[in-house]
């Protein structure tokens, strides 16, 4: 398996524009994860499914992100409308339960500018 | 709100030395608990998970150690090489069974610099 995939790896927008980051997790993995990292506040996971459902959105910042999953294969999320402060490193990450170990993409670096 | 502190922020240390990273966390109703490397400007990759009914797993060079009443974790690494070099995040997933939501924190890391 290529492991999970996202993309794009960069992305430079302006604020006010919309953005949508993809992810393909590890295929027969039932958890997707999607995480935001800054220096100043580190790792924060934002959202994560189970069998393409979305269990705990608590940690979304606000409702200008949202994140969806409409197959086994794919997720997206979404900035409407982005800002500068949205700026930040975004991970999906996949695993095979809960209890298992999260195999992390690459990362989508974000620029608002 | 479970906090998760690793101490040192960062750690300079000879090719060659053993050399031990902490995680502590506040709530010891943990789930699991995961140790992580991330190198720059890369995602994050797993190094060894410990289920909370567990006291340690080991990988290669790796030991990590959980200790839930005292909210601690340690990640002993030996005969470091500079391939080591990266930053090790711990990550603790608190929750209950079934469908229920979790939680899961991540500490800020440990940036391990190994000096040949």
């Known amino acids: 398996d290529a492991g999970v995939i996202q993309s794009p790896r960069h992305e430079v927008t302006e604020m006010g524009q919309e953005v949508t980051l993809r992810c393909k997790p590890i295929?027969?993995?039932?958890?997707l994860f999607w995480y935001r990292q800054t220096m100043m506040r580190g790792l924060e996971l934002l959202i994560y499914f189970n069998n393409n459902v979305p269990i705990d959105d608590s940690g979304m910042p606000e409702d200008r992100f949202s994140a969806k999953m409409p197959n086994a294969s794919f997720s997206t999320l979404k900035i409407q409308p982005s800002e500068p402060r949205d700026s930040a490193v975004y991970f999906c990450?996949?695993?095979?339960?809960?209890?298992?170990?999260?195999?992390f993409g690459a990362g989508t670096r974000l620029s608002v500018l | 709100k479970q906090e998760v502190t690793q101490i040192p922020a960062a750690l300079s240390v000879p090719e060659g030395e053993n050399l031990v990273l902490n995680c502590s966390f506040t709530d010891s109703a943990i789930y699991n608990l995961q140790w992580f490397r991330q190198d720059p400007g890369k995602g994050l990759t797993s190094l060894l998970l410990i289920q909370s009914s567990q006291r340690e797993q080991t990988s290669g060079r790796l030991n990590a150690s959980l200790d839930k009443s005292s909210g601690r974790s340690t990640l002993y690494i030996a005969a470091s090489q500079p391939g080591d070099s990266a930053t090790y995040l711990c990550?603790?997933?608190?929750?209950?069974?079934?469908?229920?939501?979790?939680?899961?924190?991540f500490g800020k890391g440990t940036k391990l610099s190994v000096i040949p």
């Open positions: 295929s027969g993995h039932d958890y």
């Open positions: 990450a996949s695993s095979g339960g809960v209890k298992n170990i999260q195999y």
């Open positions: 990550a603790v997933w608190l929750g209950g069974s079934g469908a229920g939501s979790y939680q899961l924190t």
